[in-house]
T-cell receptor
Framework: ETGVTQSPTHLIKTRGQQVTLRCSSQ?????VSWYQQALGQGPQFIFQ???????GRGNFPPRFSGLQFPNYSSELNVNALELDDSALYLC????????????FGPGTRLTVT | GQQVMQIPQYQHVQEGEDFTTYCNSS?????IQWYKQRPGGHPVFLIQ?????EVKKQKRLTFQFGEAKKNSSLHITATQTTDVGTYFC???????????FGTGTRLKVLA
């Protein structure tokens, strides 16, 4: 096990609603990256937080937002949910940015109906 | 933007046969990482390659980074049923913290 935890495990929401997903990073890791993985696809980078600041963003609209807290845990918020947002949401923690191995959590499976 | 493709998409092998997956980036990479994801699981870090032409081995797994730092490969010798899963490469371009994951190669091993 990596020591990275995510909650909740599963979530069902209705189109138009808002959702908050949570991630606790591995002890000592100060960087959290969020990914969206659709069924049968590779993870797609949403954004990264380093020491409570957004450090880079992928091709996701502004309704995807996040936070990192002083203990380096993180939240992913998605507003105005769409059916295409149904996916596995993964967070990965690392020590620093760049050339550091990423430890993934088990993910949150979000279903939007 | 940067794209990372992997071939093949699927591979079925008999236990004991070798397996190779190839990863190609549209742009030069600063470094590349390889991950394994078991069915229903999450990606697990395998290795990182940084230098041009680098070769690293982990028991039956051999990883290579191309001279131009735009492609990479993972070779498994004498596959076992425990090797089942999807193998992803993830490349990072220079001046960015973003990792672009490849499309993945799903490996099935028949006993």
């Amino acid at each position: 096990e990596t020591g990275v935890t995510q909650s909740p495990t599963h979530l069902i929401k209705t189109r138009g609603q808002q959702v908050t997903l949570r991630c606790s990073s591995q002890s000592g890791h100060n960087t959290v990256s969020w990914y969206q993985q659709a069924l049968g696809q590779g993870p797609q980078f949403i954004f990264q937080y380093y020491r409570e600041e957004e450090n880079g963003r992928g091709n996701f609209p502004p309704r995807f937002s996040g936070l990192q807290f002083p203990n380096y845990s993180s939240e992913l918020n998605v507003n105005a949910l769409e059916l295409d947002d149904s996916a596995l949401y993964l967070c990965a923690s690392s020590l620093g940015t760049g050339r550091n191995e990423q430890y993934f959590g088990p993910g949150t499976r979000l279903t939007v109906t | 933007g940067q794209q990372v493709m992997q071939i093949p998409q699927y591979q079925h092998v008999q236990e004991g046969e070798d397996f190779t997956t190839y990863c190609n980036s549209s742009t030069t990479l600063s470094n590349i990482q390889w991950y394994k994801q078991r069915p229903g699981g999450h990606p697990v870090f395998l290795i990182q390659l940084v230098k041009s032409g680098e070769v690293k081995k982990q028991k039956r797994l051999t990883f290579q980074f191309g001279e131009a730092k735009k492609n990479s490969s993972l070779h498994i010798t004498a596959t076992q049923t425990t090797d089942v899963g999807t193998y992803f490469c993830a490349g990072r371009g220079s001046g960015t913290y973003k990792y672009i994951f490849g499309t993945g190669t799903r490996l099935k091993v028949l006993a």
